[in-house]
């Protein structure tokens, strides 16, 4: 079965709309819940899928994610399973880089071509799901489809912001990029639980089966100067091709900016999460780093992840996700709040020479106060800090941090002295 389908996974823009995280590392780089990054996610739905066989395209800021990929996924030397990178590379007849989704693929095809399969699975790196993706190819067979695009049941207000697709008898018909009004004449049949919740149209999730002779025919051929799947080759196939919706019900987030990223991290804290990372039969796989368990000490515990390699002696955390290798001081309250982590310790000698110069230690310092903010890695917080995000913050750029929809970043490996205040 792994052998019918291969994936192609997008590593995505230079992600401006989630700036800061994406200034020195790709979208997909962008660690999440406290140990994973964000390209962690496709792989394991395809490695649960049993679709062991991918291909990543990369081009900006990609150093992180391919040390990532190089150093996470290992496969045995008796089996065909691989993650390869595809970095954008020019070559004689493409001087270019990536000029969109579909010209990425239609540049890496030389690469993909030598590995049979009947069908390519296409994925964004930067979206956060759990599909089993031989339902989706099972129910692509059984409509006899040259194209299936998963899609999902959302509410009026939530439909502009998305491709609108229409469907009768579960085969996409016409569909409308981000439409802001006429939104009456793309009501769909997405069944009566999603109609009683107002989720009456079907959206995009961007995530496309295609058959793999079509798919290769129509980049080299028939759409040759196509730059993109969404934009371009999917609504032009609608009409001269059998394409059809795979429903999905489950939870979906693009993480696309900097609120939705947060709330996606923040949202892992509660009690009965919509996406479960405890699930034994949709494990997320990631980097296997051999570090110590966490040491906690004093600290009042409500919703909260801890991570590996943590060194915790805060008065409290509230619905905070805490990453790798983080310390945070004595008498610390972190509320709502994303660490990130480090990657490395810093040893006493280090310690001792950061008292003399006056630097804070790597992490947060003690009788901090930090609330609504997500704190990048490698970050120095010195004691007393007050980091307080809220709807009544500016949004605003400087060198240490930024503020988005009164949500605090802190930038990679920033250092706030003793007494610094935000908010």
Known sequence: MSKQMLSVILGGGAGT????????????????AGKYRLVDIPISNCLNSGITRMFVLTMYNSASLNRHIKNTYHFSVFSSAFVDILAAEQTPDNPTW??????????????????????????????LYQIDFQEMLAEHKEKNADIT?????VTEKEASDFGILKIEEGMITSFTEKPKSGLENWVSDTGDEML????????SMGIYIFNRALMFDMLQNEFKDAT????????????????????YEGYWED????????????????DIPEFNLFDNTKTIYTRARMLPPAKISGTLFNHSIIADGCIINAAKLDHSVIGIRSRIGHGSTLINTYIMGSDYYETLEDIALDLEQGIPQLGVGSDCVIQNAIIDKNCRIGDNVQIIGGASLADIDTPLYTVKEGIVVIKKGAVLPNGYSIG
């Open 196 to 203: 009683n919740k107002g989720k009456v149209y079907l959206a």
């Open 17 to 32: 709309r989630l700036s800061p995280l994406t200034s020195s590392r790709s979208k997909p780089a962008v660690p999440i």
């Open 149 to 153: 695009i998963a899609t999902i049941p």
């Open 228 to 247: 993109d799947f969404g934009k371009e080759i999917i609504p032009q196939s609608i009409e001269k091709y059998r394409v059809a919706s795979y429903q």
């Open 255 to 270: 993480i696309g900016n900097i609120p939705a990223f947060f709330h996606a991290n923040i949202g892992l804290t509660k």
């Open 98 to 127: 990536f000029q969109g989704t579909a010209d990425a693929v239609r540049q890496g095809l030389r690469h993909i071509a030598p590995f049979d399969s009947e069908y390519i699975l296409i994925l964004s790196g930067d979206q």
